[in-house]
T-cell receptor, first 110, second 115 residues
Framework: SQQGEEDPQALSIQEGENATMNCSYK?????LQWYRQNSGRGLVHLIL?????REKHSGRLRVTLDTSKKSSSLLITASRAADTASYFC??????????FGQGTRLTINP | DAGVTQSPTHLIKTRGQQVTLRCSPK?????VSWYQQALGQGPQFIFQ???????QRGNFPDRFSGHQFPNYSSELNVNALLLGDSALYLC??????????????FGPGTRLTVL
């Protein structure tokens, strides 16, 4: 079963705009990770945020974590066509067993 | 430095058959995890191998079994294939199965179609 849900399930924006995706989860976590997947291929790790962190940046990516609300958000700034992909959040409650959400399908229109 | 590799890329089988998928972890990694991703869904954890033993298992039937070799590579076997086993099978490697803060690196996946 999935740990939680991503919102929205699909997002379509114009190139250059910012994209925000949200993730909710159900149980306590050690950390939360975001992955990108292009066209049903392998997953690419984007960023990991620990349960004692509230915000983390990596290039054009900004991730926030609110453990009291059991939610996280991923912001991609100045989007590019190459950002078109599905984005998944995944949590780890204990040893390395990732529990993924359903994903957000992001489309960047030129 | 090679990343995680998987073979084959695509596979077509018929119901009732058996299939073996293979994974070589990223250099230096000793833990291999397998995930099943149905179309339009997020990946679901199947099981994880470390030191040639299954350490964790998800909610999958015994038809799904695996093996890890001394060189850390791994196989996923599925017996008595069902139509519902059609999915993308992803392998992930990491270092030390109890280290929950480490990143898992994924391979490109094997697309299995069961007819």
């Amino acid at each position: 079963s999935q740990q939680g849900e991503e919102d929205p399930q699909a997002l379509s924006i114009q190139e250059g705009e910012n994209a925000t995706m949200n993730c909710s989860y159900k149980t306590s976590i050690n950390n939360l990770q975001w992955y990108r997947q292009n066209s049903g291929r392998g997953l690419v790790h984007l960023i990991l945020i620990r349960s004692n962190e509230r915000e983390k940046h990596s290039g054009r990516l900004r991730v926030t974590l609110d453990t009291s609300k059991k939610s996280s958000s991923l912001l991609i700034t100045a989007s590019r066509a190459a950002d078109t992909a599905s984005y998944f959040c995944a949590t780890i409650g204990g040893a390395q067993k990732l529990v993924f959400g359903q994903g957000t399908r992001l489309t960047i229109n030129p | 430095d090679a990343g995680v590799t998987q073979s084959p890329t695509h596979l077509i089988k018929t119901r009732g058959q058996q299939v073996t998928l293979r994974c070589s972890p990223k250099s230096g990694h000793d833990t291999v995890s397998w995930y099943q991703q149905a179309l339009g869904q997020g990946p679901q954890f199947i099981f994880q191998y470390y030191e040639e033993e299954e350490r964790q298992r998800g909610n999958f039937p015994d038809r799904f079994s695996g093996h890890q070799f001394p060189n850390y590579s791994s196989e996923l076997n599925v017996n008595a294939l069902l139509l519902g086993d059609s999915a993308l099978y992803l392998c992930a490697s990491s270092l030390g199965w109890t280290r929950s803060t480490d990143t898992q690196y994924f391979g490109p996946g094997t697309r299995l179609t069961v007819l």
